[in-house]
C-alpha cells in the first residue's frame, strides 16, 4: 500500500485529493495537510468583499467532506519535508504542526511514497511596509475572512458617501512584483457596481493602481483578440471598461509604502509619488509557504529543492535568460521535482522558470512588472496531469506518464463586473496557450481562433454557474467526476 | 451663469480608448442575445477545455 500525501487543499490539492481518491479507492492511503479548516472557492471572494455572498457561500469544512471518504484530514502546516528519511528514520517524511485547536502546536513526521506541494501562496504584506489587513491600511480579498473585513469597510465608505461627502477608493496591486491582478480587476468593477446601485458613485472617485506596464496584461504579457474585424490588445478592452465606468488608472507602478489614508509609489520612470485614499484594497505579492527540507543527515538541503522566492523547483528550464530568448519549452511538463522523484509541485507552488510579461525595471533598479499567474484553470489540469502520473508510478511506471505545461494549455476566466442577474456582466476570457509559444504562434504567441473576450450578461451567468458547479464538484457530491474540472 | 458646455478636455487619460455605444451596452444585457451568447461562450470554453486535455 502506497501513500501520498498531499500538502494543502485549495484548488490544486483538493483537486488531486479528488482525483488521486477516484482513481486509488482505499487500496492506497491519501493524506491532504492544510493548516485551513475550510475549503475556499476564491474566485467568488469578491462578491463577499462587496456583501453580494456570505462567508458561508463561498466556503466549507474540508473534514465533513474528507470523512465521507477514505482521504485522511490533518489540519497543520507543513514545516519540512525530509525526502531522504532521516538516521532514525528510513522513508521519507514531512514534518507538519498542527493548527487544529484540539491539538494546537503538536508535531508530527507523516511519511510518504509520493508528496504532491500544492501549499499555494504565503500572501507576503510583509514586503510593502504598511500593505494588508492585519497590520496595515488596506483591505484583502485573498481570503474569505479577508473579504469579509474589506465589505465591513467598505460598508462604511459608501455610508459616508450617503451622507454626501467625497470619499477616494484605490484598488490594483501593492507592491511591483505582484501577480494576480485578475481579482483587484474583478474587484474594482463589483465596487463600482454597488457604488451605482447605491446611487453614491458620483461621490467617489475610483482609481486603479497596478504593476502591469499597460492595462490587460494581467501576468500574460497582455493578449491579442479578434473583435470587430481587427486583433486588439487586451489593453484597448481594459482601458475602455475604465473610460466607461468613470474609473481612473496608474500603471507600471510599485507601491513601496502605505500609511493610513496615503499610499507611497515609485513609477518605472523611476518617479515617486503619493496618493490619497479612504478605502484601499491592494493585492499582496506572493511568496512560498517557508518549506524546509533536510537531507538524512540531518543538513538543510532547502537551496536544492526551493528556489530563492520558496517555490518548488520542477522539471522547468531554469538557466537565467533574456525575455529574447524564453521559450514555451522552458516550462514544466511533469511538475516532479528534478533531485528527488517522488517530490511533486503544483499550482502557485511550483517555481515558474521566467515570468511571462517582460521584466521591467525602473532606473532605481526596482522591478515592476507583473509575475506569472497559475491559478485557477490551470492549478486544475496541473493537478489531474499530477495525480494520473502518480497513479501509474505507483502501478509500475518507472516515471511520470501524464503532462500539462501551461505553454501547451489554455486558461477559461470568467472576470466579475457586477453581480446581478438582469442587470450584471463579466468579461468572458480565454487564452491559449497560458504561456505565448512564438515557434507556434509567430505573430502573437497565442491562437487567436481559441483567445477571445467579451462583455456581457451572458458572462455572469457563466460566472455564477461555475460558483455552484466547482463548489458542487468541490464537495465531492453524486456525478462530481463527471463535471469538467 | 452661463449654461455654454464646457469644452471636452483633450489629451486626457479617458480620451483615447472606444467606449462602448448604447445600441453595444443594450446588447450587453438583451435577455435574448446574451442567453445566444451564453451558449457561444460555452461551446468555446469546452472547445479550449478539449484542446488542453492530456
Known sequence: MARVVILGAGVAGHTAARHLHKMLGKSHEIVVVSPNAKWNWIPSNIWVGVGQMKEEQVTFDLAAIYSKTSIQFRQAKALSIHPEGSETNSKPFVSVEYTLPAKAGQKEDIAYDYLINATGPKLNFGATEGLGPDHGHTVSVCTASHAVEANHKLEKIIADLRKGEQRTIVIGTGHGMCTCQGAAFEYIYNVDHVLREAGVRDKARVIWISNEYELGDFGMGGVHIKRGGYVTNAKTFAESLMVERGIEWITRAHVKKVEAGKIHYETLEGTFHELAFDFSMLIPPFAGVGLKAFNKAGEDITAQIFAPNGFMKVDADYTPRAFEDWSAKDWPKRYQNPTFKSLFAIGIAFAPPHPISKVMKSPNDTQISPTPPRTGMPSASMAIAVSRSIRDMINGAPEPTHEASMAEMGAACVASTGASFFSGSAASMTVYPVVPDFEKYPEYGRDTSLTFGEIGLAGHWMKYTLHHLFIYQAQMKPGWSLLPD | ?54
Open chain 2, 1 to 54: 451663469m452661463s449654461n455654454k458646455p464646457l469644452n471636452k478636455a483633450p489629451y486626457q487619460q479617458a480620451y483615447y480608448p472606444p467606449v462602448p455605444t448604447g445600441f453595444t451596452r443594450y446588447m450587453r444585457t438583451s435577455l435574448i442575445w446574451q442567453f445566444f451568447r451564453f451558449l457561444v461562450i460555452n461551446v468555446k470554453m469546452l472547445r479550449l477545455m478539449s484542446k488542453s486535455t492530456h
